[in-house]
T-cell receptor, first 113, second 115 residues
Framework: AQSVTQPDIHITVSEGASLELRCNYS??????LFWYVQSPGQGLQLLLK??????LVQGIKGFEAEFKRSQSSFNLRKPSVHWSDAAEYFC???????????FGKGTHLIIQP | DAGVIQSPRHEVTEMGQEVTLRCKPI?????LFWYRQTMMRGLELLIY????????DSGMPEDRFSAKMPNASFSTLKIQPSEPRDSAVYFC?????????????FGEGSRLTVL
């Protein structure tokens, strides 16, 4: 069965500091991997996705993520966070499309001024 | 372009009442998913459809829950009778099943409170 683990429930980062959110997955085949962001009262918005090719993928809002097959990880990074990045971040795995995605429990990002 | 549209955005009802949540997927998408989000369980896949046909409803919590997709542009999730533990945010998402990456597009959700 596929699963996603986001080990950090909450992370607090100072504005302007770098950020890394961790994601580990379990999947029986080559995974499609996604990061979504959810602002309060909103739906989920796709930040970036990996399905093949270069293991370092770039997304919107200055985010990037690196797929490491040997570690079953897909960590999200940003070199300098802004107060507007405060939100809930979800990692997801699956073939998407016709089968849907399995989501992690999410990481709540707090930005300190 | 219009995204996934859900209604109502907020619903407050009393235990025992019937609740119907509605979803209009993105035009051209042929897969539709219903998710439930709670603090305790996170995002759970309840049921999904391909080409209007239910494929997997193993995530539906019990017989009180039912979902239909009568055509490619409309789906409903019904809870009858509702219970306080059904209080959650219900998301609808759609995708194109033969798309390159299978990205899901989410609606803004329906927040259900059962008193």
């Amino acid at each position: 069965a596929q699963s996603v683990t986001q080990p950090d429930i909450h992370i607090t980062v100072s504005e302007g500091a770098s950020l890394e959110l961790r994601c580990n997955y379990s999947y029986g085949a080559t995974p499609y991997l996604f990061w979504y962001v959810q602002s309060p009262g909103q739906g989920l918005q796709l930040l970036l996705k990996y399905f093949s090719g270069d293991t370092l993928v770039q997304g919107i809002k200055g985010f990037e993520a690196e797929f490491k097959r040997s570690q079953s990880s897909f960590n999200l990074r940003k070199p300098s966070v802004h107060w507007s990045d405060a939100a809930e971040y979800f990692c997801a795995v699956g073939r998407g499309g016709a089968d849907g995605l399995t989501f992690g429990k999410g990481t709540h990002l707090i930005i300190q001024p | 372009d219009a995204g996934v549209i859900q209604s109502p955005r907020h619903e407050v009802t009393e235990m025992g009442q019937e609740v119907t949540l509605r979803c209009k997927p993105i035009s051209g998408h042929n897969s539709l998913f219903w998710y439930r989000q709670t603090m305790m369980r996170g995002l759970e896949l309840l049921i999904y459809f391909n080409n209007n046909v239910p494929i997997d409803d193993s995530g539906m919590p019990e017989d009180r829950f039912s979902a239909k997709m009568p055509n490619a542009s409309f789906s409903t999730l019904k809870i009858q009778p509702s219970e306080p533990r059904d209080s959650a945010v219900y998301f609808c998402a759609s995708s194109f099943s033969r798309g390159e990456t299978g990205e899901l597009f989410f609606g803004e959700g329906s927040r259900l409170t059962v008193l």
